[in-house]
């Protein structure tokens, strides 16, 4: 793994984004004053934005831009399309989002994290690559996953479930997990990653760390260790995640946030359902019945060849060269 020269300059634009949310109907939302005017302020800063790019990028004069997506990426993409600078772009999301969507129209090459398939971009640019993978997240020896468990003070002899909601937690995946908590140690130790903001109520009605259950706010460092040690993973379908999970070769169930923007969680779970790879619950059926946690891995528990199986499926969608291979797009996107 790489490191990170702390001395690179860092500079900072103004930006503004597209609320929109798929659970509201176009009309509803037009009727949210709020919500209105917080887009029509944002119009403005985005304009802000794209005139601190044209200046910023006048006095740098980049041979090359790449943009990872991101409704900030849009102002310094739109000066680089003006001032003809070569744009590269990945796309992580089997659904692109709104500002990739605008900049691919631009781009001078498009890597993406899914099959091409997935994407409406023009075959001549778009490649295939992946999306790049610290090398911490690897398929876990039986020795690697003994001394994690230890590492971690979770029982070593019990099968370890884990539970995560993302890194800003998911109050209805932590909501159901205190329901079926006690379904779920039946089956085995569970560690509960619930995100800063509800984690001091939780602290207060559940039990204390011990080897059979553990709540932790956040992991800074090293989860790739415990994902690593855990022989089932619930986890949202953020893009990145779901191929850390891929390359730990991991049983994996998919709880996506179905009211985001662009269902992007949900396609991106398509994407691995379509190949058998993962499992996948949804989250209207969990809130109805959030025992339904303890029904799917029991599932993967008990069918240990099946799991495996689809464990391996999963480990398929994984580039190991994704890292190179972006950053040869961006290199050989220079204008010599």
Request: with cysteine; aromatic share 8%; net charge positive.
């Amino acid at each position: 793994m790489g490191h990170f020269d702390k001395n690179i300059p860092v500079s900072i634009i103004i930006s503004g984004k597209l609320r929109r949310y798929s659970h509201l109907s176009f009309t509803r939302q037009l009727f949210l004053r709020n919500l209105v005017l917080l887009n029509i302020r944002d119009v403005f800063l985005t304009m802000f934005g794209i005139l601190q790019s044209f200046m910023k990028l006048i006095a740098w004069r980049p041979d090359v831009i790449f943009a990872k997506g991101g409704y900030v990426c849009l102002p310094v993409g739109f000066a680089a399309h003006i001032l003809r600078i070569p744009l590269v772009i990945h796309d992580s999301d089997a659904h692109p989002g709104l500002t990739n969507r605008v900049l691919g129209l631009w781009a001078n090459v498009i890597a993406t994290g899914a099959p091409l398939k997935y994407y409406s971009y023009p075959a001549s640019k778009a490649i295939y690559t992946g999306i790049p993978i610290s090398d911490e997240f690897h398929e876990f020896s039986n020795i690697e996953k003994q001394e994690a468990k230890l590492k971690w003070g979770v029982a070593a002899n019990r099968p370890l479930i884990v539970i995560t909601g993302g890194g800003l937690g998911a109050q209805r995946i932590n909501d159901a997990s205190v329901v079926a908590l006690d379904d779920l140690t039946r089956l085995g130790s569970v560690v509960l990653i619930s995100g800063v903001g509800q984690y001091n109520e939780l602290k207060s009605i559940l039990p204390a760390n011990n080897e059979k259950f553990q709540l932790h706010s956040f992991i800074a460092s090293d989860v790739a260790s415990l994902l690593g040690a855990a022989d089932v993973v619930i986890a949202r379908a953020g893009a990145t995640t779901i191929l850390e999970l891929a390359s730990l070769v991991k049983p994996t169930i998919l709880i996506p946030n179905e009211k985001l923007t662009g269902n992007h969680q949900l396609k991106n779970t398509n994407v691995y359902l379509e190949k058998e790879a993962v499992k996948f619950i949804s989250e209207a059926d969990m809130v109805n019945d959030p025992k339904i946690l303890a029904s799917a891995v029991k599932d993967i528990l008990h069918s240990p060849e099946a799991s495996h199986k689809m464990a391996i499926r999963f480990s398929n969608f994984v580039r190991p060269n994704a890292a190179r291979d972006v950053a040869d797009m961006i290199i050989s996107s220079i204008k010599l």
